[in-house]
């Protein structure tokens, strides 16, 4: 009798699973034919948002402007510097280049974007550009960390892989923007233009830094028996050639 009752037992739980099993089948799809389907970018929204919510405001920046995982490319830095107000090349804009210690001119990668905000103390556009603009009036009465930045320049503005040398029309223009006011700034960015040499190399770039500070306007303490570059005495000789004094 036990062994009867068993089977029986079974099988009634054995039909009574399989019509619910059914009725939870009839549910779920009468359930899911009145209820719409989410798209992708709706499913993704939320983790997107998500995500955000866990980064830093300066995080959340660089994800605005960057054009890949790693880097803010040419078009980023653009519209990056079109928010902030100040072009992209500016003085401003070098001295932050140099602030996160960028390697590559037109590029900042996201450790760089990120150290340089970290150093200038500043989390949104507004007190970065408080700051650039105090840095900038700072570093003209400031001739230590001027020259620094000075040195920083050369490299930044080289295009070579080993950072020995700039092209003479890029060593003309971020002449112009470190020493708009040099003595000899302007004579020396359009005499390097007619030169038949294509760059200017390190140890150039820093005797004319020299060269702009001790020297007068009018060549009058010029000594070219002194230890200057070649390209230097040839600079002192075009400028009293073209009557530039």
Known sequence: MTRKYTKKSSGSTASTTNSTAEIVDLTTSTSSVGKKRKSPDEKLQPITKKALNSLTPVQIMFEKYKDDDESIGPEGITRFCSDLGLPPDSFEILILAWTMNAVKMGYFSKSEFNSGFEKLHC??????????TSSAQKLKHDTTKFTDLYKYAFGFASEVESKKSVDLATAA?????????????????????????????KDQWLCFLEFSR???ADLSNYDDSEAWPLLLDQFSEWVQQEKRI
């Open 123 to 132: 989390s949104d556009l507004a007190t970065l550009k408080k700051q650039l």
């Open 173 to 201: 223009e971020m002449l112009k923007l470190l020493l708009p006011d040099g003595p000899h700034t302007t004579n020396f960015a359009d005499f390097l233009c007619t030169q038949p040499n294509k760059s200017i190399n």
């Open 214 to 216: 001790t020297v007068k």
